[in-house]
């Protein structure tokens, strides 16, 4: 996929997450990610933003990165300048990116065409994924600037999860007994299949032998139940009645 397609939808997505943070409020509980507020939400992207930052910007002649930033931790600011931090961070982040060299070589933690591929695609989804989060925290959800995630991101984020974060062994769902998953883009044609056993997963592209269990819906459905960020709609799921609980207590990103 294009850099600069993630790029684009990285800036566009930074600008929901900042609006719906705002009218949510910085106490405000988060249902989509239990046990954080709002504050927690802004922090943890803030600090994720500058460290993507620093990395990609590294590769171009900037410092190394060290220290706490290294660990993607970065000093916060009082409650009030929160939000101006957070869009300060984003803003650096999509300038940093749009500035860097194609060839840039920097760290990274998985597999891409390129470490600026990378960090472009990463950082999209991360900020996708959390400006979900920030309009779960609204009163009226409903009401939320909510686009559709376009169908050839969402699947772009569905493979990024089952074929880089799922694949590395500390992050891998399990079965007992085994289950066999095939998931569906009904939309965008993409299938992928995911085995898991007691002792981890295995990921393929593709359909591979005959699934225990279906989870078939449109890209930008697949994207948030898998991310486990929306329960399936109804009929999504077939076959193996287990896959829908297995997944959302076993499939954790770390």
């Excluded at 990274?108 to 600026?116: K, M, V, Y």
Aim: hydrophobic share 45%; proline share 9%; net charge negative.
């Amino acid at each position: 996929m294009d850099i600069s397609l993630h790029i684009d939808a990285l800036a566009a997505e930074g600008r929901l997450l900042a609006e719906a943070a705002d009218r949510a409020g910085l106490d405000a509980p988060v249902p989509t990610c239990p046990g954080w507020t709002v504050r927690d939400l802004l922090s943890h992207t803030g600090r994720v933003h500058r460290w993507a930052a620093a990395h990609v910007a590294s590769g171009n002649g900037g410092p190394p990165v060290e220290g706490d930033l290294a660990r993607g931790l970065s000093p916060l600011p009082q409650d009030a300048l929160l939000l101006p931090w957070f869009r300060e961070g984003h803003a650096a982040l999509v300038e940093t990116l749009t500035d860097a060299a194609p060839d840039t070589e920097c760290f990274t933690f998985l597999a891409a065409p390129s470490p600026l591929a990378f960090w472009a695609r990463r950082q999209y989804h991360e900020t996708t994924v959390h400006r979900v989060d920030a309009q779960s925290a609204l009163r009226s959800p409903a009401d939320a600037p909510d686009p559709a995630i376009a169908a050839d991101l969402a699947a772009d984020g569905v493979d990024e999860l089952l074929m880089g974060f799922l694949a590395r062994p500390k992050s891998q769902p399990v079965a007992d007994p085994p289950l066999t998953l095939a998931v569906r883009a009904t939309d965008t044609g993409h299938t992928w299949t995911a085995a898991l056993a007691p002792q981890g997963a295995t990921m393929h592209r593709g359909e591979v032998g005959t699934a225990d269990a279906v989870l078939a819906a449109p890209a930008a459905e697949l994207y948030l139940v898998l991310w486990n960020r929306a329960e399936p709609r109804p009929g999504a799921f077939t076959g193996d009645r287990r896959a829908p609980r297995l997944w959302r207590e076993s499939a954790r990103v770390g």
